[in-house]
């Protein structure tokens, strides 16, 4: 089996070494024998959705988000097709952001790709800390790392999980991150993936489900450094005891 994996501008959304998170999804479907591409896109070059099976959308900062958002709507039909085909997506904070309608900052409003139905508005403070959340997709809790000024509101969509510790989605509602079909939006920045190791499987494993029309079971990986550290994070931040 293979999987193409598909980063989208990496020299400018890789705020926080986003890009560990390809290294995690490459590892874990090698030590597999699963073997995976990784086709990296720089801003304007063309894209053929329809080669892809997994695509990354990093974080970026304001002016960044800005730069990228114009070519982003050169692809956006391309791009839909793919996400309404049930193509998986992980974006990231101001990847995130852009799979919205718009991002609004007080200097300008960031016209998104409108893929999933939820936007974005600049409000006072940035958002900055851990983050833990409890997700109906994967059984451990997902851990992470916040930084941002927008609030994004996902308009009844479901979300990525409950906020146990954090701020999330806008600092209110208690959710964090979206899920659209096997798309995934989430605020959480850097090694997700490589800290979250069981929301790597769920993208790899609907990947290849996708590709191949039939259940896939991956083969389980010894993930007992990766669980120890998610376990730590948990209790020192939930204040609960893992079950
Ligand atoms: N620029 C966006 C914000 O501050 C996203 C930043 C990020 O990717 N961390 O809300």
Redesign the pocket.
């Known amino acids: 089996m293979k999987l193409v994996i598909g980063h989208l501008y990496p020299d400018l959304l890789n705020?926080y070494g986003d890009r560990g998170n390809i290294a995690c999804l490459t590892k874990r479907c090698q030590w597999r024998g699963i073997e995976a591409e990784v086709r990296t896109f720089e801003l304007g070059e063309p894209i053929d959705f329809t080669k892809l099976d997994l695509v990354l959308l990093g974080?970026?900062?304001?002016r960044e988000?800005m730069l990228v958002c114009q070519k982003l709507r050169e692809i956006r039909k391309d791009f839909q097709e793919y996400v309404e085909k049930d193509g998986v997506v992980i974006a990231i904070?101001?990847g995130y952001?852009l799979l919205g309608k718009y991002y609004k900052t007080d200097q300008r409003t960031i016209p998104g790709l409108e893929l999933v139905d939820m936007y974005t508005e600049?409000g006072e403070g940035?958002l900055i800390d851990n983050i833990v959340l409890k997700s109906d997709l994967v059984e451990m809790p997902i851990v992470g790392f916040e930084?941002?000024?927008?609030r994004t509101y996902i308009n009844g969509n479901r979300s990525l999980g409950k906020v146990l510790y954090g701020s999330g989605n806008d600092g209110q509602t208690k959710e964090e991150g979206v899920v659209y079909r096997n798309v995934i939006g989430t605020y959480l920045?850097g090694p997700l993936l490589p800290k979250n190791p069981q929301l790597a499987d769920y993208l790899i494993k609907k990947a290849l489900e996708r590709k191949y029309q039939r259940e896939i079971i991956l083969e389980k990986l010894d993930d007992s450094q990766e669980e120890e550290a998610n376990t730590y994070v948990f209790q020192r931040f939930s204040g609960e005891k893992e079950k």
């Open positions: 705020l974080g970026g900062s304001d988000q904070c101001g952001q600049q940035r930084n941002h000024g927008g920045h």
